[in-house]
């Protein structure tokens, strides 16, 4: 599956547009993100890039869900993971399905892999460099993307919904005509359609929806995602001022080379939990090891 994320990327930053609306030439009959709303888009394009900053902050616990095809009422496999963020990516350690351990010795071992990992980072050692690089490289794409949906998109209001407390406007979006794509990922735009509903209160994108409407070649146009796959995204604040992904849902439909693939993955994202930049997290993993050492000898007696 993530060999195709970055699809699945472009059609999450569908919604993070400042005015696109306003700038382009759209019927006067439809109601759109018109002149009265630049600011309001312009905070969704900036709180979209600080979730986005975030992730290299916050650990979190994954639960990815595979099926066979997406109205399978059971998944077919269930991967627990719990993952933080390395300095040059992020770091998945497995968990059972109760979300604890599996392997304490394996645990551990991941464990004290990440500590080396984030002690070259914090010591600056050559060896990190170009890891550093190729995730600056990675995270510069992904604004510039974000970016790019100024113009690739016209808004249309559908409506409002209720989410608990919070009202939110959902729109409707459209390919821009007038758009043209400079970069592979964001030839993907004039493909799709989508769904976004906004917290207009706190400027956040608290659900999107993205539909293929036309196969789009991946890998050097080596593979395809087939037109009907489908993308779903939900956030909500889970700290004052700070929203992140609680659930996302892939599925696609393509093939690879000369064989088909079928992705439908839902996962569900929780314990968020502030672990700070490499010096932090070194501290933090390190301190979590030490406490791991001191109990050991107690389990040891307790099996004896």
Known sequence: MHKYASVAMALLSLTFAADAAAQSAVPDTTPTMGPAKPELFKRILANQKKGEAALDLYERIERVEARKNPNDPTPSAVKISR????????????????????????????????????????????????????????????????????????????????????????????????????????????????????????????????????????????????????????????????????????????????????VHERTFYSNYRYIGPPQEALAAIRQELGHAESDKPLADAADQ
């Not at 604004?143 to 409506?159: M, P, R």
């Open 83 to 262: 993952v933080i963020p390395s300095g040059t990516g992020m770091v998945r350690i497995a968990l059972g399905l109760d979300g604890k351990p599996k392997d304490s010795a394996a645990y551990r071992a991941d464990l004290e892999s990440l500590a080396r990992a984030l002690a070259l980072l914090v010591n600056d050692n050559r060896s990190q460099r170009e890891a550093l690089e190729k995730y600056a490289k990675k995270k510069k794409d992904r604004n510039e993307l974000i970016d790019a949906t100024h113009n690739a998109f016209l808004f249309s209001l559908v409506g409002g919904e209720q989410r608990g407390e919070r009202t939110l406007s959902k729109y409707k979006m459209d390919p821009n005509p007038a758009f043209k794509p400079t970069t592979r990922l964001t030839s993907i735009f004039p493909k799709v359609r989508g769904l976004a509903w906004i917290d207009e209160a706190s400027g956040e994108v608290a659900r999107i929806e993205g539909d293929v409407m036309e196969d789009i070649s991946v890998g050097f146009f080596l593979g395809k995602i087939y037109k009907g796959s489908h993308f779903m995204q939900e956030r909500y604040e889970f700290l004052p001022g700070l929203w992140l992904t609680s659930f996302s849902q892939y599925d696609f439909d393509g093939r690879k080379l000369f064989s088909g693939f079928s």
